[in-house]
């Protein structure tokens, strides 16, 4: 966790200090913007990429609360991991917290282990929801763009960090490449999603039938690079897995559905 960029918000100097030096104490990571209130927080996150956010409840000009809402109304930072620091102990104030989204809650004072455990379980929670992959997509057009070559291919699953995609072999792949994806896929009657440049980084290429010479099918898996997407289309991809997450079973059944219908028609003799 040495390479994660932290974000520590209070008002309070010497929080901010403790909270910095034990962060680098116990991941080892110096990459850690401070703010002093939910404001300069707001300002660091619109200009710099942050994995994790540590933040007091109670702050001048805009408080933890506000910051917190802030955040997850935020396509694009609403799935950073948010801890929530505050004297506040009581159950209604922690139901109120976990209501609004934190990721976790600590309550002053507190030992460098709790807040430790506290930023663990936050990070692998996230990690876990970024790394859910999803198969069996709605039939769909890919496009994909490399070393000046536009290949055709298909997804075969995705996630908010990458996907592994199916597409014949050619030699404008190159591993460790950066390609850069364009999806049109529809999602019902009346919504198609349009994804463009959806740039990404190849770590895996592989053979469908490495055992037949001719077969020049291949898979390839891919990193997602957000530093070169545009915000638009990240929050393009989030809107298409959360869509999916929630839709995916009855798309399958329609799909499955009118395969069958399909093969029905075909079957009727005249």
Not at 19 to 45: C, E, H, M, P
């Amino acid at each position: 966790m040495k390479d994660l960029t932290f974000l520590v918000v209070d008002d309070s100097q010497i929080v901010r200090s403790l909270v910095k030096t034990a962060v680098f104490t116990q991941f080892g990571s110096n990459r850690i913007f401070t703010a002093s209130n939910g404001a300069q927080a707001k300002d660091i996150l619109l200009s710099k990429k942050v994995d994790i956010i540590i933040s007091d409840w109670e702050m001048p000009k805009m408080s933890g609360q506000e910051l917190l809402s802030f955040v997850k109304e935020s396509k694009k930072l609403s799935e950073i991991p948010f801890i929530m620091m505050t004297t506040r102990g009581g159950k209604e104030s922690v139901l109120e917290a976990i209501q609004n989204g934190v990721s976790h809650y600590v309550v002053k004072p507190f030992t460098t282990e709790k807040l430790e455990d506290a930023i663990r379980r936050s990070w692998t929670s996230s990690r876990k929801r970024k790394e859910m992959r999803i198969a069996g997509l709605p039939q769909h057009v890919l496009k994909i763009a490399t070393s000046g070559q536009m290949l055709d291919g298909k997804i075969q699953n995705i996630s908010r960090s990458g996907a592994l995609l199916d597409l014949p072999f050619h030699s404008a792949l190159a591993l460790f490449s950066n390609i850069r994806m364009h999806i049109n896929m529809p999602l019902n009657d009346n919504d198609t999603i349009q994804l463009c440049n959806l740039t990404g980084r190849i770590i895996r290429i592989s053979a469908h039938n490495a055992s037949d010479p001719t077969d020049r099918s291949c898979s390839i898996a891919l990193i997602f690079d957000y530093e070169k997407c545009e915000t638009k289309t990240i929050d393009g991809l989030n809107y298409l897995m959360d869509y999916l997450s929630s839709n995916l079973p009855k798309l399958v059944k329609e799909t499955t559905l009118k395969s069958s219908m399909c093969d029905n028609f075909t079957g009727i003799s005249e």
